[in-house]
């Protein structure tokens, strides 16, 4: 019986046919692992918008990560004869962040070799685990940047104290004002150059409407004052790409007027606080740090597993976690002064 494994319920056939013929079981499912792997991949990354605009971090062996982030230096006259020895060094400042718990989303799929034949439904399985998982790690980045944004920044050693965090008002009932949003831009811009931050980097994420508003609300001029006639498509609902220098991205995983956000078990940062007036983020990517020990990856149950329940468990998981680092490059927009 070289085609069989052995097991307490005896002998299991391990060949699977098909209309070519006799087909290893272990290579039929390492393909659909791999089809799956592909599509969730692609999914995960077109759902995602917050990996890429902050500072990310691979964590090996070990749970928890140190960012290190410095103060300004001073300039001073030389003394003749006087050796130079180097001790204006800079006010340094570390920060540990942790990786949470592994996040997963899951799902069975009852008799597996028909059913991951299909591929429509294959896809849809696949788009629906990477999406889950995108949403999880933007949630969690975007409330830490706007607890960020209500920070002091750590180092206050001379020259210093750093500057900290900024709240923007756009006011109450303006959450989807078209003015007072372009306004809110140009205001952080200001603010982002005051405190001396890169002018790359820079990225605002707004709630659908938001976006939608500064597309749409042309009568106040918005779309062609001081930055172009280019943008902003009435037909498609797209092409507004920045304001300010500052690229804009659209999410509904913001903390969107979403009042407290409570702690979850598994989280060994702090994610939480009160949302209620919070209408969106303009950071810059030293805002917030991500440290990521699985991210993201794919398992299917196979063998006896797959034989006893005649279907298979496709999980997707990631293991990550987030921290604010230089406060000082986090502005919230709120609809009112909490």
């Known amino acids: 019986m070289a085609n069989a494994t052995q097991s307490v319920l005896g002998a299991l056939n391990k060949a699977v046919s098909n209309t070519a013929g006799s087909q290893a079981y272990d290579t039929k499912y390492a393909t659909y692992l791999k089809l799956f792997s592909g599509e969730l991949f692609k999914a995960y990354e077109s759902a995602t918008i917050a990996r890429d605009t902050v500072q990310r971090r691979t964590l090996k062996n070990g749970k928890s990560l ?26 340094v400042a570390e920060k540990t962040i942790q990786c949470d718990d592994l996040l997963i989303s899951s799902a069975f799929v009852y008799d597996l070799d028909e059913t ?38 750590p180092i206050t050693a001379s020259p210093g104290p750093e500057p900290g965090g900024t709240t923007i008002e756009l006011g109450v009932t303006k959450e989807y004002n078209a003015q007072a949003l372009v306004d809110a831009f140009f205001e952080a811009a200001a603010v982002l150059d005051e405190k001396n931050l890169p002018k790359t980097g820079r990225t605002a994420v ?13 009568s106040s001029n918005i779309l062609n004052r001081d930055y172009g006639n280019n943008q902003g498509n009435l037909t498609s609902g797209e092409g507004l790409v920045e304001i300010a220098g500052i690229s804009i991205k659209r999410s509904n995983n913001l903390p969107f007027l979403a009042g407290t956000v ?30 990521e020990a699985i991210g993201p990856q794919v398992q299917v149950t196979g063998g006896d597993v797959s034989v006893l329940y005649q279907g298979d468990v496709l999980v997707g998981r990631l293991a990550m976690g987030c921290g604010t680092l230089n406060p000082a490059g986090a502005i919230e927009l709120t609809s009112a002064r909490s």
Do not use: W
Not at 66 to 91: K, N, V
Not at 262 to 291: K, M, P
């Open 66 to 91: 140190q960012f290190i982030f410095t103060g300004r230096m001073q300039a001073a006259y030389h003394t003749p004869g006087e050796p130079i020895l180097g001790s204006g060094d800079p006010p």
């Open 116 to 153: 991951l034949a299909h591929y429509s439904l294959r896809g849809e399985i696949s788009k629906k685990i990477g999406h889950a998982l995108a949403e999880a790690y933007d949630k969690k980045v975007f409330r830490t940047i706007a607890l960020a944004a209500r920070e002091a920044h």
């Open 206 to 218: 707004l709630n659908p409407r938001q976006y939608y508003a500064l597309v749409s609300q042309v």
């Open 262 to 291: 409570n702690s979850q078990s598994g989280e060994n940062n702090s994610y939480n606080g009160d949302f209620s007036t919070h209408c969106g983020l303009i950071y810059q990517r030293d805002a917030a740090g991500i440290v």
